[in-house]
């Protein structure tokens, strides 16, 4: 099996042409589900952009939302409409909503929105002002009260979806996978906000990470040294990827505005393991050297750049 992954597509600014042009991409790739890091469309097109694509491409689309989805709607409201979306249609799955998902015997999917906390960065003294407080109504609330009552009220998103992101990996653990593939918007380490090569500055990072994200996944990731993360997210536009653990890796997708792109094609296999994570102990696990990991022999499964 394999799974096309895409992020901040924003197709709400693509005419239709294009969009049908975007999708053919995604078709001809041969793959069996989709996998999308947020920033689809903003709220007032969004269930109508997805169903538009679940006709289009007729496969299991697995997502969570980004910033730019709560645009022009309120918080609950959009969650109650994908919420709705995702009992309505079989091949629609917002993964805040219809939980784990088992993709093969050995590997789990789960996800969650998650959104940038400030504690990363200077939000005191930064002057960045984000649309997010302008064009997201609960945001919007906190910046009229003053700067910290927004960033009280962007900690409030961001740790309830830490939470629930937390309780996903453990119902996910204790099925026993050698593989976790984790959905998330907002990078949750300083060093995968990328922005023009160089790692993003002390005024954006409040904007650009989520350190409670962070948190849970590394807390997730120690304690359970035999079972392989990798993380998907977003946000920034800029590539990175960030291995903290050996069993950890972070990739961030780029992006450009009016152009969506297929970030890679992750292959699965039934019979076996491991990503593409080059470490001894992963070689030792499939009975391999490190040169042979590396060359792709002996893997059952590959993470296709």
């Known amino acids: 099996m394999q799974y096309a992954w895409i992020t901040d597509i924003h197709l709400n600014f693509i005419e239709r042409a294009d969009r049908q042009k975007f999708y053919q991409e995604i078709i001809n790739t041969n793959c069996d589900g989709i996998f ?11 269930a109508s952009l ?10 299991p689309i697995y997502f969570v ?13 959009v969650r109650e409409a994908m ?12 993964l805040p909503a219809s939980g784990i998902q088992k993709l093969n015997d050995n590997t789990y999917l789960v996800g969650q929105d998650g959104w940038a906390d400030g504690r990363i960065g ?55 996978p050698t593989e976790i593939i984790v959905l998330i918007h907002v990078p949750p380490f300083k060093d995968a906000c990328m922005h023009q090569g160089k790692i993003s500055d002390d005024d954006w990072l409040p904007y650009f990470s989520s350190k409670i994200m962070g948190d849970v996944l590394l807390e997730a990731a120690q304690k ?16 990175a ?20 792109a297929i970030q890679k094609i992750i ?3 039934c019979e076996e393991t491991a990503y593409l994570m080059f470490s001894s102990k992963n070689a030792k696990r499939l009975n391999c050297s490190i040169d042979q990991l590396e060359a792709g022999k002996g893997l059952r499964k590959k993470l296709i750049e």
């Open 122 to 176: 200077d939000y005191q003294n930064t002057r960045v002002v984000l649309n997010d407080s302008r064009l997201i109504a609960d945001l919007f609330e906190g910046r009229i009260l003053g700067k910290f009552q927004l960033l009280e009220k962007m900690q409030q998103l961001a740790d309830a979806d830490a939470l629930e992101l937390q309780k996903n990996l453990e119902q996910a653990i204790q099925q026993n």
């Open 83 to 94: 919420t709705t979306l995702t009992k309505n249609q079989d091949k629609l799955h917002w």
């Open 36 to 46: 999308i890091s947020g920033d689809i469309a903003e709220a007032d097109c969004l």
């Open 50 to 59: 997805l169903l538009e694509m679940e006709k289009e491409i007729n496969k």
């Open 224 to 239: 359970n040294s035999s079972i392989n993360f990798l993380v998907l997210c977003g946000h920034t536009h800029s590539a």
């Open 65 to 77: 939302l980004g910033n730019h989805d709560y645009y022009r709607g309120q918080v609950n409201e």
């Open 241 to 260: 990827k960030y291995q903290p653990l050996d069993n950890l890796i972070v990739e961030v997708g780029r992006a450009e505005y009016y152009h969506p």
């Open 267 to 269: 292959k699965l296999d």
